[in-house]
């Protein structure tokens, strides 16, 4: 035994003065870090990869476990900001909608048919909205450091194709975590519902909604097809991006030199991010749309006319939602989308 301390006080003392040392006592042995898929989605695999990352190039100082499901707040996406913020999450990588019931200004990239492609979604994400959001969230007391991408959220039901509203009437579906869902599909005569991710595959299963709206690659890694999802409309109303962020303190905490590596970390995991979410759903590469298709979902495509009228029917709710986010930051939005 005596031996053993003699060793350990030994090994303490040969141990490099300083940063390491002093940092040691104070980090955590583990930070958890929040994501609502896990690795076999895009979103998931970019949590992956930050903790890899973060690993790499700390040397193993910052441990990084992942907790998917948000099962840190037991699978309610809603309430994730507001654990970041009180420290029960350490880092998360977030969608903008489930953020936006805390941050109203999340709610711009909901705004329905504000960003028709990925183009757009870049002048936003990459331009001054983008620094704009993010000073936004650092008054909230997170430290916001990339943005990824869920994805093109598309609609899928169990009964018929959608080439229309009027195919939509009285259709249960189920939606996502902010009230300006609930707005944009009252709108379009649908019935909406809104529930947490994980309540939605077995409210489809049985049949209890008609449908819901997500990525492809959320549609085909999730499998919905099995929960008789059979019908699939591209109308691109919407993408979400997903920010990576870490709770003040925690952030505060880790040196300058592990700051930085965790950013660089996060930049990194959010750029292969924004390109895996978009693989295989651009007109030059559809081979996901393809796997869904060959898995028997019929896939609607909408014209350009087609697509006005859910436009037409959902601007009132656009105008109203504006207020909401701050008409200044929409018109900035705006004048980005529009300058390419
Ligand atoms: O709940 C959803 O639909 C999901 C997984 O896409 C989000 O968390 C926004």
Partial sequence: MKKLVAAASLALALLPLGHS???????????????????????????ERWAELVKQKTEGRINIKLYPGTSLVGGDQTREFSAIRQGVIDLAIGSSINWSPQVKQLNLFSLPFLTPDEKSLDALIKGPVGKDLFA???KQGVVPLAYGENGFRELSNSRHPIRTPADLKGMKIRVVGSPIFIDAFSALGANPTQMSWADAQPALATKAVDGQENPLSVFNAAKLHTL??????????????????????????????????????????????LVAARKGVSPGDD????????????????????????????????DKWAETVGKDLVKKAEAAIAAG
Wanted: glycine share 6%; charged share 25%; aromatic share 10%.
């Fill in 136 to 138: 936004v969230l650092e």
């Fill in 21 to 47: 040392v002093a940092h040691a006592a104070d980090y955590k042995s583990e930070y958890r870090l929040s994501t609502v898929l896990g690795p076999a989605f895009p979103w998931g695999k970019a949590g």
């Fill in 228 to 273: 008789g999802q059979q019908h699939l409309t591209l109308w691109g109303y919407m993408t979400d991006p997903l920010i990576f962020v870490v709770n003040r303190n925690v952030w505060n905490n880790w040196s300058e030199a592990d700051r930085k590596a965790v950013r660089e970390a996060a930049e990194q995991a959010a750029a292969e991010n």
């Fill in 287 to 318: 081979a996901l749309l393809k796997d869904i298709e060959k898995n028997g979902v019929t896939i609607t495509r909408l014209t350009a006319e087609q697509r006005k009228a859910f436009k037409d029917l959902t601007r009132p709710v656009y």
